[in-house]
């Protein structure tokens, strides 16, 4: 299947600190989708974009839809111990066709 | 409260043996998904249902074997001739008009 390009793959970061991360594809997507999973659980939906060029935030995270189609990043401002976990971007094409990233692993550093 | 629930957490079966894992929703969502999930890869997709009686092979669906016969459940079964088992599956169910899906907490299951 189509893969997504995520990076980095792994972060340490000290606590405080701003983070950044991205997905990129050889294929457009209609819609782009950030997840954040922590240990033994499932993926949690952080924030969705659904038009290009689209900047959206929740809280700390804010993440873009990318004007080609074709990537998008989140940020994390000011990191808590807390936002440790993987986080996965997703694109996807239609309802039933969601591809995802290999995940960025944070760690957070008091 | 709504959600989705997958059982067991942990599962241990022997080489060979056929093993189903449950996922319930009361979401009262459509489609249910199935992906597997391994160290360092994305999340890859088994098979996934529309709707009651109906479902459809995803990327990696050999090995696998899926029924829905009530919109509540969508059971995975593991089957013998899946190669390689061992890993972390994840149900998924999406609304008629949510783009975003919501997952299960997983269960992880090892073949020894």
């Known amino acids: 299947g189509q893969q997504l390009n995520q990076s980095p793959q792994s972060m340490f970061i000290q606590e405080g600190e701003d983070v950044s991360m991205n997905c990129t594809s050889s294929?457009?997507?209609?819609?782009w989708l950030w997840y954040k999973q922590e240990p033994g659980e499932g993926p949690v939906l952080l924030i969705a974009l659904y038009k290009a060029g689209e900047l959206t935030s929740n809280g700390r995270l804010t993440a873009q839809f990318g004007i080609t189609r074709k990537d998008s990043f989140l940020n994390i401002s000011a990191s808590i111990p807390s936002d440790v976990g993987i986080y996965f971007c997703?694109?996807?094409?239609?309802?039933?066709?969601?591809?995802f990233g290999a995940g960025t692993r944070l760690t957070v550093k008091p | 409260d709504g959600g989705i629930t997958q059982s067991p957490k942990y599962l241990f079966r022997k080489e060979g043996q056929n093993v189903t894992l449950s996922c319930e929703q009361n979401?009262?969502?459509?489609?249910m998904y199935w992906y597997r999930q391994d160290p360092g890869q994305g999340l890859r997709l088994i098979y996934y249902s529309q709707i009651v009686n109906d479902f459809q092979k995803g990327d990696i669906a050999e090995g696998y074997s899926v029924s829905r016969e009530k919109k509540e459940s969508f059971p995975l079964t593991v089957t013998s001739a899946q190669k390689n088992p061992t890993a972390f599956y994840l149900c998924?169910?999406?609304?008629?008009?949510?783009?975003?899906?919501?997952f299960g907490s997983g269960t992880r299951l090892t073949v020894v």
């Open positions: 294929s457009i997507f209609n819609t």
């Open positions: 979401l009262n969502h459509d489609a």
């Open positions: 998924a169910s999406r609304g008629r008009l949510n783009y975003g899906y919501t």
């Open positions: 997703a694109g996807q094409r239609n309802n039933n066709d969601m591809r």
